[in-house]
């Protein structure tokens, strides 16, 4: 029988496309609005669970616009007085964008930031939990500031600016939390995709660890696979072959480009089909896809198994191989980031003054929209329409809050917000420029945390980390990064309260789709999923897992926040189907990403690249673009 289990403080608003919503008399501003009535603004977003991320609310004006053609009106008359700048977009590129305009025009120039979720932040989402007198704290989107030495100089001075120093992650971060705990990475293999439950040392070594070859062979027999994928398994991760021996340089990198890096392994190094099906999905949190969409060159750039033979000489991912470690992280992830800019913005509304006491300090979210603030930040509002007045000397924001159409005027436009949308609100862009906008597609992925009441059946299995191979769920989980900061302490023993944080990235793999078709496919799925879904699959595969520890989910099992982000990680360009010559400095979001007039675009998708420098240096060219007009 599947166990089950219910939790508290849930929030019961799952998510629809309004426009599509069966049977519904109402419109979408009415739906919308009695979604908004039905979360009193007296509650602080960080402690709401259930269905969060693209929360009820955040993108039903939206999907109703893009998806259905739906008309909202626009009032006769400004509504509100007119800024210096506003920001469509409250995410780490668009609170940028706002720090960086007033630190070169001024501090008493009048900004407003407009966003369409219940909390600022964006992709950098706070998620909190309360257990009897603790509150514990997780990240519900963009995690980590990583390899932040390779941050472009305007990155970095920003960070700087708002009173992040990234040394101190060194001592805040327990990189020997793992090895004190005796706490090693795992494979679950669950029972729907291999008729039994086995939780059992994963030989790829995880994140944190590297199996001896006697660990790895002791492993393996212990995988629910026949003995000839348990050779074959072996075989790939010792062996040093050049399996396309022969071919000259030229010939192999094109080959490796053009071949996906599961052909690469079926078709040249010969690699059992069972062990291909769990390698398949061992970077799917990374890239947001499994490796039958991502080119075999991409795999010898991450030094994947069955490439280390080829005698190719090409440059390493930067990123994967830095000599910085990946632990600048904040226990809410880069949420932390974003209060600090919120806090150089309204500093009322973020109390204290260092990045230590960010973690504990409990944001005001009344003082964001004060009518005194210089800088204001106006949440649960959509814009609908950006357009320049007739004389061109301002451009007129409207945006639906509440059930009501309102309208700024500003001197200068920065759109910070998801970039697929700008095509459907800024009416004046060339149609070549919303061509080139439209070419990218976003990843779809959701982060799910679970507070469980101990995680005595980890410390029992001797795992920390969990990977699931062939998963139609969440392909990893575990606990969470082991931060301990501003008086904020990370789980010290097995018998406390801790968060385990799942990734599940919703992919269509082995049918011949590109990456581009599963994000629409993974997307549509994302949508039509209930939380009563989410919270059914999460507790299948922790009761799969941590069973044989001991583990009780009706027990252990205290709280749910599911973080669903259907328009997710910024697209960045796959050589397996793109141009070799694309990437951040060259490809169609260049032309997408142009100044048209008083408005200018910065978002990580504007940079093609889907990490917190991305998003700053799109909010630095913006800001430079409009100040120098």
């Known amino acids: 029988m599947t166990k089950t289990a219910k939790f508290t403080r849930r929030d019961f608003l799952n998510g629809v496309a309004l426009s599509l919503a069966a049977g519904t008399t109402l419109s ?92 600022f932040g964006g992709h950098a989402k706070r998620n909190e939990f309360q257990i009897g007198d603790q509150t514990l704290i997780s990240y519900g989107g963009s995690e980590s500031l990583e390899a932040p030495g390779m941050y472009s100089h305007e990155a970095a001075a920003l960070i700087k600016s708002i009173g992040i120093e990234t040394d101190r992650f060194y001592e805040y971060f327990d990189d020997d939390f793992s090895s004190k705990h ?94 291909i099906a769990i390698v398949r999905d061992t970077f799917r949190s990374y890239w947001g896809m499994g490796w039958d969409a991502i080119s075999a060159l991409s795999a010898y750039r991450y030094e994947r198994p069955g490439t280390q033979g ?13 000599e910085e470690p990946y632990i600048f992280h904040f226990p809410d992830g880069n949420a932390g980031v974003a209060r600090a800019l919120v806090r150089q913005l309204i500093p009322e509304a973020v109390p204290g003054s260092s990045m230590e006491d960010l973690v504990a300090a409990q944001v005001d979210y009344s003082l964001l929209d004060r009518r005194t603030n210089s800088t204001r930040i106006r949440l649960n509002s959509t814009a609908i329409d950006v357009r320049h007045t007739a004389d061109q000397s301002a451009v007129d924001v409207t945006y639906i809050h ?85 008086g904020y ?22 049918q011949g789709l590109d990456q581009k078709e599963q994000c629409r496919l993974g997307r549509k799925h994302l949508l039509g999923m209930s939380f009563d879904d989410f919270e059914r699959q999460t507790i299948r595969q922790l009761d799969g897992a941590l069973a044989r ?50 408005i200018s675009i910065a978002n990580s998708d504007a940079s093609a690249y889907a990490y917190v420098d991305g998003a700053i240096d799109a909010a630095v060219r913006a800001v430079n673009e409009q100040v120098n007009l």
């Open 28 to 119: 979408p501003l009415e739906i919308l609005a009695q979604q908004q009535a039905a979360v009193s603004t007296s509650i602080y977003p960080p402690l709401l669970t259930g269905l969060r991320g693209a929360h009820a609310g955040s993108f039903e004006i939206a999907h109703a616009m893009a998806m259905a053609g739906a008309k909202f009106g626009h009032p006769a008359e400004q509504t509100d007085t007119t800024y210096d700048l506003v920001v469509v977009g409250g995410g780490i590129s668009g609170l940028s964008a706002a720090h960086l305009f007033k630190q070169q025009m001024g501090a008493d120039k009048n900004v407003l930031v407009l966003d369409n979720h219940d909390d």
């Open 182 to 275: 005796k706490l090693k990475s795992a494979m679950y293999f669950s029972r729907e995709a291999y008729g039994k439950d086995v939780t059992a040392l994963d030989v790829m070594g995880g994140w944190d660890s590297q199996p001896s070859s006697e660990e790895m062979r002791k492993a393996l027999a212990e995988y629910p696979i026949s003995d000839a994928a348990k050779a074959s398994f072996a075989s790939l991760l010792e062996s040093e072959q050049d399996y396309l021996e022969g071919k000259s340089h030229t010939e192999k990198v094109e080959l490796l480009r053009n071949t996906s890096y599961t052909d690469y392994l079926r078709d040249y190094a010969h690699v059992d089909d069972e062990v």
């Open 310 to 322: 080829l005698g190719i000489n090409l440059p390493k991912d930067k990123l994967w191989s830095s």
């Open 402 to 486: 509440g059930d009501e159409p309102h309208r700024v005027r500003a001197r200068h436009v920065i759109l910070a917000c998801y970039n697929n949308i700008i095509p459907h609100i800024v009416p004046e862009l060339p149609d070549t420029q919303r061509e080139a906008i439209e070419y990218a597609e976003k990843l779809p992925l959701v982060y799910i945390n679970v507070l469980v009441r101990n995680w005595r059946a980890m410390a029992e299995l001797g795992f920390g980390k969990f990977f699931v191979p062939r998963s139609p769920f969440m392909h990893s989980f575990g606990l969470e990064y082991p931060v301990s900061m501003g």
């Open 489 to 510: 302490s990370f789980t010290s023993g097995p018998d406390q309260p801790a968060v385990l944080h799942g990734i599940y990235v919703p992919t269509t793999p082995d």
């Open 549 to 598: 520890g001991g583990f009780d989910i009706e027990r252990d099992i205290a709280g749910l926040t599911v973080n669903r982000w259907p328009h997710g990680y910024a697209y960045e360009y796959n050589d397996l189907i793109e141009p070799p010559e694309y990437g951040p400095d060259n490809g169609p979001h260049i032309l997408g990403r142009s100044r048209v007039g008083r």
